[in-house]
């Protein structure tokens, strides 16, 4: 089961192993044969996940392979001000064929090009002034990637995670208007054999599963990341992991013990909103009732056991204010036509 679940980029034996969750359908759990863990022990590095993708403002300031955050520095000289040559060196470089992407370097620029970005540059350049939103692209490049990836990995790495369309077709409204027409668009643009249906079920796979990314100077979503293994991660209100991600590599780091047998969980929320609040995100974000020990504990349904509270207290600093993405909570992206 878990070479199933290997992304293709990084082979390997893998310390998380799927398993049916009590939380939710299946979750990660930590692997025999790993040594236990402690706070700030890194469980699991992911050098390249299946998808990093820049944030619709941020594609001329981010480097669209290693996604380092290079912020336009055009306010701090303003108008007839000659810029700093230093800075026009460091400036991303503007691919020619689409005129949409970025690269700090070449070696960037050729990473990008063989691992995907040759698949969807003719496509970006016939499109071009018009930016497809971050999520579409995201689902574009997952469908262009198709072929690619072992069929294996496509069918129960990627198809059988959650994707809440029926909960997104049921709660109607804009939501859903959006929902539709972006992945419309994502269908069209892929020139994917898939019907419009099968897309519609990956689009909202990709809104539902794909994580932040944060440089950790800001609070700004510069981009998301997806990748099937991290998509498995269950949700906990006091979660005993976090997910850094730092350029667009991402690593599972623990914040409390972790030992083997355990279910890896993150929290997809900020852990430090109160017990409503957290609650309702959760329903409206991702469909579910968290069942967490905080939750029940919070909720008047329970007691903290043995040390839990001081656990909670000692790892809440070190949890990042909920870094799934925010795509799915609106859609700050402008219309295609
Ligand atoms: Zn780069
Ligand atoms: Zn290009
Ligand atoms: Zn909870």
Known sequence: MTTLLTPTTNPGSLPLLPRPSSISGFGLFYAPGFSPLTREDIILDLK???????????????????????????????????????????ELKKCTGCKVVRY????CQKHAWSDHHKLECPRYAALYPRVLPASVRACVRLLLLKER?????????????????????????????????????????????????????????????????????????????????????NHSCCPNAR????????????VTDVNVGDEVTVSYVDT?????????ELRETWFFECKCEKCKVE???????????????????????????EEVRGFVVEEMD
């Open 299 to 325: 909720l008047g349904g329970g007691k903290w056991k043995d040390g839990m509270l001081e656990d909670i207290k000692k790892s809440e600093r070190d949890v990042p204010a909920g870094n799934k993405s």
């Open 104 to 107: 700090c370097s070449r070696e």
């Open 48 to 90: 390249t996940p299946l998808l990093s993708i820049p944030g619709d403002k941020y594609l001329d300031e981010v480097c669209s392979w290693c996604m380092e955050w290079r912020p336009a520095k055009k306010d701090v000289y303003g108008k007839g001000k000659t810029p700093d040559p230093e800075d026009v060196e460091k």
């Open 149 to 233: 990836l072992p069929k294996a990995l496509w069918e129960f790495g990627i198809l059988k995670l959650d994707d809440h369309v029926r909960d997104f077709e049921s709660e109607g409204g804009e939501r859903w208007g959006m929902i539709n027409l972006m992945a419309k668009g994502a269908h069209g643009y892929s020139g994917t054999e898939l019907s419009e249906r099968e897309v519609r079920g990956l689009y909202c796979m990709i809104l539902t599963n794909t994580f932040a990314i944060t440089p950790p100077t800001s609070d700004v979503q510069i981009g998301l990341s997806f990748d099937p293994l991290l998509a498995k991660i």
């Open 272 to 280: 430090e909103m109160n017990v409503e609040a957290r609650r309702k």
């Open 243 to 254: 997910i850094d991600i730092t350029g667009k590599e991402a690593a599972v780091t623990a």
